[in-house]
């Protein structure tokens, strides 16, 4: 018995684990033995120079949380790029776990968390799944983890995890089949130049990632480029900024662009899966056409709901746009995956943006 306490201790006052690489055909099964991400008890924890990061405005997939990590190699940084994602080099390992607070057997939908990772563990969250994006010598690679008990395990064809969630505001409880994609089905958002074909990140980028470190006053960007993880930043006025989609101090205008810029921008941009559609839903887009005002879509058919245009300035009931948005139609809905159910409060601000617009279509 005292072998088994003195075992415990020591594993309650151990450090951090350490990264360990894996290559291709090296997969291992679980995801503890990256030590990326783990669980020590009830307490999840991050390996050593593994540290945390946020973005404005995240990508909505069935209210989930998520607590997102970078891990570079010793002596090693990102490379700063003004529009596309940061250059990483090699042994780069990207984190995402997505949880849930938990309560009297329910998932809990919430906005928002602290951010404090210490404040994770399994009596108060649900942990889902960890997705891991390693950077390789010919590129990244996507893998994909779900939780089971104390670990996590590659699930290279996905995984469907039912969930009973809680609605905020009286909205009672839905039944969810949570999607796990598949490796192959990674490609479907991060195979973002649909010349290349190859994977790439997608919020790692100036604009998302120019906000206040969590739990600090600084930018994440001014933390990485003292402690020597980020190269090549040049002066804060120069760097791109996107706001919160749910900001209140924003405009109604940058929220809803923000917004779509995370959620639908990676594939609606000149050079994404989506381009062949027309409508350009990034943040460097500007011109009205491409942005969907009175754009009448490529292919009729269901996915329009009857209605004419993407947008009709000043009319949400009449534009494409709201219609597939709303919907949860796995026919119809955008984005086609990585939701089940509609973000109605993110259509609320876009209903808002498209009533507020001007002009007409004629």
Same mark, same amino acid.
Request: hydrophobic share 35%; net charge negative.
């Given at each position: 018995?005292?072998?088994?306490?003195?075992?415990?201790?020591?594993?309650?006052?151990?450090?951090?684990?350490?990264?360990?690489?894996?290559?291709?055909?090296?997969?291992?099964?679980?995801?503890?033995?990256?030590?990326?991400?783990?669980?020590?008890?009830?307490?999840?924890?991050?390996?050593?120079?593994?540290?945390?990061?946020?973005?404005?405005?995240?990508?909505?997939?069935?209210?989930?949380?998520?607590?997102?990590?970078?891990?570079?190699?010793?002596?090693?940084?990102?490379?700063?790029?003004?529009?596309?994602?940061?250059?990483?080099?090699?042994?780069?390992?990207?984190?995402?776990?997505?949880?849930?607070?938990?309560?009297?057997?329910?998932?809990?939908?919430?906005?928002?968390?602290?951010?404090?990772?210490?404040?994770?563990?399994?009596?108060?969250?649900?942990?889902?799944?960890?997705?891991?994006?390693?950077?390789?010598?010919?590129?990244?690679?996507?893998?994909?983890?779900?939780?089971?008990?104390?670990?996590?395990?590659?699930?290279?064809?996905?995984?469907?995890?039912?969930?009973?969630? +809680?609605?905020? /505001?009286? !909205?009672?409880?839905? =039944?969810?089949?949570?999607?796990?994609?598949?490796? &192959?089905? %990674?490609?479907? *958002?991060?195979?973002?130049?649909?010349?290349?074909?190859?994977?790439?990140?997608?919020?790692?980028?100036?604009?998302?990632?120019?906000?206040?470190?969590?739990?600090?006053?600084?930018?994440?960007?001014?933390?990485?480029?003292?402690?020597?993880?980020?190269?090549?930043?040049?002066?804060?006025?120069?760097?791109?900024?996107?706001? +919160?989609?749910? /900001?209140? !101090?924003?405009?109604? =205008?940058?929220?809803?662009?923000?917004?779509?810029? &995370?959620? %639908?921008?990676? *594939?609606?941009?000149?050079?994404?899966?989506?381009?062949?559609?027309?409508?350009?839903?990034?943040?460097?887009?500007?011109?009205?056409?491409?942005?969907?005002?009175?754009?009448?879509?490529?292919?009729?058919?269901?996915?329009?709901?009857?209605?004419?245009?993407?947008?009709?300035?000043?009319?949400?009931?009449?534009?494409?746009?709201?219609?597939?948005?709303?919907?949860?139609?796995?026919?119809?809905?955008?984005?086609?995956?990585?939701? &089940?159910?509609?973000?109605?409060?993110?259509?609320?601000?876009?209903?808002?943006?498209?009533?507020?617009?001007?002009?007409?279509?004629?």
């Amino acid at each position: 018995m005292l072998a088994v306490l003195l075992a415990s201790s020591l594993t309650a006052c151990a450090g951090p684990p350490e990264v360990r690489l894996h290559g291709p055909g090296d997969y291992p099964e679980r995801l503890s033995a990256w030590g990326v991400v783990t669980l020590n008890g009830d307490q999840l924890r991050l390996g050593r120079g593994v540290v945390p990061y946020e973005v404005a405005t995240p990508l909505f997939s069935d209210y989930a949380l998520k607590l997102r990590t970078i891990y570079l190699p010793d002596g090693t940084a990102m490379r700063y790029r003004a529009a596309q994602s940061f250059d990483f080099p090699t042994g780069s390992i990207i984190s995402k776990t997505f949880f849930y607070p938990h309560d009297d057997g329910h998932a809990l939908a919430v906005s928002g968390w602290s951010g404090d990772v210490t404040a994770l563990n399994t009596d108060d969250y649900r942990l889902v799944e960890t997705r891991l994006l390693v950077k390789e010598d010919n590129g990244w690679s996507a893998l994909p983890y779900v939780w089971e008990g104390d670990d996590a395990y590659l699930r290279i064809t996905g995984a469907v995890v039912p969930i009973r969630l +809680a609605l905020a /505001d009286a !909205r009672g409880t839905a =039944e969810i089949p949570y999607v796990v994609p598949a490796r &192959s089905e %990674c490609a479907g *958002c991060h195979a973002t130049d649909h010349d290349e074909g190859s994977l790439e990140l997608i919020g790692v980028k100036a604009r998302h990632l120019n906000q206040p470190y969590p739990g600090q006053e600084r930018s994440q960007l001014q933390a990485w480029e003292q402690q020597g993880r980020l190269t090549e930043v040049p002066e804060a006025a120069s760097r791109p900024v996107s706001v +919160a989609w749910d /900001d209140p !101090r924003a405009s109604v =205008e940058q929220r809803a662009r923000a917004y779509l810029d &995370s959620n %639908c921008g990676h *594939c609606h941009s000149p050079d994404g899966p989506a381009a062949t559609s027309g409508l350009m839903l990034d943040a460097h887009t500007s011109a009205y056409r491409p942005l969907g005002f009175c754009k009448p879509p490529i292919a009729a058919g269901r996915g329009t709901g009857g209605r004419p245009y993407s947008i009709v300035p000043g009319q949400p009931d009449r534009s494409i746009l709201i219609h597939r948005m709303e919907t949860s139609d796995p026919a119809t809905r955008m984005p086609e995956t990585g939701r &089940s159910l509609a973000h109605l409060e993110a259509v609320e601000l876009l209903r808002r943006w498209v009533r507020e617009l001007p002009g007409e279509c004629v």
